[in-house]
């Protein structure tokens, strides 16, 4: 111990001592022994019988209700979403289709997607298709020209439970139900509804209504709709063929003319830095060749 | 005559056991709120209060501690209720401490009375248990409701606390004592 700790307790020791002498007012101590002598003891409790008594009786109702109200179906409700949130493998072969709902019911195919452990190949409605394959990023433009990129990362898909819970817009509060005899193209199905309330991020609460279609036996989900207020719905629907290597193939035509970037990362890396102030990087066309270029 | 004759008498409201209890224990437990309370009458307030309690539900005393450790935690209960009722009235304590009469006579107990007062609540209740009472670490547990490494380490940081603000403090007194004041 220092020097000065030891000091330190030397003085806290001395100052405790003198606490320790501290009189109290006898003042005090008589008007306490007063208000002491005139208190009622408190009544006496009950036995320890009755007390288990009444404390099993208030555990068994609490029970009840609980049984009786929520717990139960948001339970197995819950329980059940998880398992298709399980299910739902971005390693297997899935193929979905994604869809804008208008406020006329009316549903417009927004994007096609063939997935499969980082390979996936992506079909804009009406514009590119982009195919991740094996490190290479191929995008076919809707022109028939091809841009191709080398050493890219494998593509990830959004699983259903990252769709519904994106990061950062966890739920205040939801309310998980399911329908287990609901029906799908004349199959019986389960259908989730989880409903609920998240934060935007100007601190808006804004209510979300959610639907799962997932199939009861594999648990994998076979449709969903995603609608949160002030966002136009959109709709996901899966189905999971057999492997197919068209499925992972681009229709590019025989004379398309194709533009290797090569590497992907230092591509960007030189456009980066040919990036001058005031003014985009000129964007290389199709059909411009090299990705080399000097100032 | 045991703990649990003790506690008998005064549920069954013997004025000569309530009046020696109260007699016996009365300033510690004064002492005990004055220093958590950091002020005089709510002291004497809160200590009045702990013994009317005692004689309410000395009938529920039960043995398992020392009569005495039973009745600091009813005082400590005591003062947390005090602590809540007292948030919506907040007073400057450390200012009140400083400018009560007659509370400490020598530098030494003045100087470790406002650091006591600058400690967590926590912490200075563990260490007044253990070093004003003078408790067993079991005893600060028991009285505290808490595991014993709970109140060794509360205890232990509200030495080390109050170390580090004596050096300071100290040195200070020993040049200009008027210069301590509670920053």
Known sequence: ?295 | MTDAETARRIHEGDPEAIRDFIALRYPEIYRLLRHLTLHAEDAEDLTQQTFVKVRQFAGRYNGRASLRTWLHRVALREFTHWKRARRKTYRLTEQETAEEPGYAASLDAIAVGQALARLPARQREAFLLLELQEMSISEVAATMGVPIGTAKSRAHHARMALRSMLQFGTEELTHEPRAFEVR
Request: charged share 25%; hydrophobic share 40%; proline share 6%.
């Open chain 1, 1 to 295: 111990m220092s020097h000065e700790h030891s000091k330190s307790d030397e003085v806290i020791a001395r100052a405790m001592d003198e606490f320790r002498r501290e009189p109290a007012s006898s003042d005090a101590i008589r008007h306490c022994t007063a208000m002491a002598l005139q208190a009622q003891p408190a009544q006496p409790r009950h036995g320890q019988g009755l007390r288990w008594s009444v404390r099993l009786a208030v555990a068994t109702a609490a029970a009840a209700v609980c049984f009786a109200l929520l717990p139960p179906r948001q339970a197995s409700a819950l329980d059940a979403l998880r398992k298709v949130f399980a299910a739902d493998d971005p390693d297997i072969l899935q193929h979905w289709m994604q869809y804008t709902i208008h406020p006329d019911g009316r549903r417009e195919l927004f994007l096609e997607v063939y997935t499969m452990k980082g390979r996936a190949r992506l079909m804009f409605s009406g514009d590119n298709q982009i195919l991740y394959d094996h490190g290479d990023k191929t995008i076919l433009h809707s022109s028939g020209e091809v841009e191709i990129f080398r050493n890219c990362k494998p593509w990830r898909t959004v699983t259903l439970k990252q769709a519904l819970y994106q990061p950062g817009h966890e739920p205040l509060d939801q309310t998980v139900t399911v329908d287990h005899s609901a029906r799908l193209d004349g199959r019986t199905v389960d259908r989730f509804t989880i409903i609920g309330h998240i934060v935007d991020g100007l601190g808006k609460v804004l209510t979300f209504s959610d639907t799962v279609i997932a199939d009861p036996i594999a648990n994998r989900p076979l449709r969903s709709t995603l609608e949160e207020e002030g966002f136009p719905e959109t709709a996901i629907d899966w189905d999971y063929p057999s492997y197919s290597p068209k499925f992972f193939t681009l229709p590019i035509a025989a004379n398309a003319r194709v533009v290797d970037h090569g590497d992907e990362k230092a591509w960007r890396a030189n456009v980066n830095k040919n990036l001058t102030s005031g003014s985009l990087p000129a964007a290389p066309l199709p059909g411009q060749g090299t990705t080399k270029r000097t100032r």
